[in-house]
Each structure stands twice: as structure tokens, then as C-alpha cells.
């Protein structure tokens, strides 16, 4: 059920994901997996596809990254989390395990686990 649910919204995000120019989410600091290899690890790929696996252990932050036109995310496990921003902000979010979400574009950030346990997530990028 879980992965049934995890594919209508990977479809949607895919479609809408074409819809922004190239322009717009070029980033000029590296993608999450070459930024930061010790927590991102690509676990499968296409011409235009990548599948990664995200481990943060508690306290840990990742470095400056970016993901692409969108980025889809699915929680294998709770987390207590910490984005931020290159202006100095940041927003704190609370996933549950099996909780699945597309983001669009952003600009470069950072993620931090700021909670007692480990952050664990596969996310799904174009290239």
C-alpha cells in the first residue's frame, strides 16, 4: 500500500518537475550525494534518474547541497530535523516513518538531524 501511495505522488511530482526551466534550478553547489557521501548513497540510477539512500546519525548535518528541479522523499524512519538556508535561517520539521513528500526546487541547503535517533530516507531525483 505504502509503495502504491509512494508512486502516485513520485508521478505527479515527475510531471510537474518538467514544467521548470533549467534556468531557474541550476545550482552552483554540488548534488547531495557529492557533497556530503558519508550520509547520501546512490542505490540505483537511470539516464535521467537517481535513487538515494539518506542516513543521519543523531547531531549530524550534512554539507551545502543542492537536489535538483524537485526532490521526492520517503521516510524509513522518524526524525527530528533542521533545514537551513544560506541566508542563516532554518525551519524544523518532525517526519514520521512511511510519511512520503515532494519538494520543489530550493536553493542550497543543509540538513541537520537535531534529534536523539537515526534520520533515515530515500529520495528520488532527476539528474
Not at 509512494?6 to 548534488?31: D, H, K, M, N
Not at 542550497?108 to 532527476?126: A, D, M, Q, R, Y
Request: charged share 20%.
Amino acid at each position: 500500500m505504502q509503495l502504491k501511495k509512494l508512486s502516485v505522488i513520485l508521478s505527479i511530482g515527475i510531471g510537474s518537475a518538467f514544467a521548470v526551466p533549467y534556468s531557474v534550478w541550476a545550482q552552483t553547489v554540488p548534488r547531495s550525494f557529492a557533497a556530503s557521501p558519508g550520509v547520501y548513497k546512490v542505490i540505483a540510477e537511470s539516464e535521467q534518474y537517481r535513487v538515494i539512500e539518506a542516513t543521519w546519525q543523531p547531531g549530524q548535518r550534512d554539507a551545502w547541497h543542492s537536489h535538483g528541479s524537485f526532490v521526492a522523499g520517503y521516510s524509513l524512519t522518524g526524525c527530528k530535523s533542521r533545514l537551513h538556508t544560506p541566508d542563516g535561517k532554518f525551519t524544523e520539521n518532525d517526519s514520521e516513518a512511511g510519511q512520503a513528500r515532494i519538494r520543489p526546487v530550493a536553493p542550497s541547503h543543509s540538513f541537520e538531524n537535531v534529534g536523539t535517533t537515526v534520520c533515515k530516507s530515500i529520495l528520488f531525483e532527476p539528474k
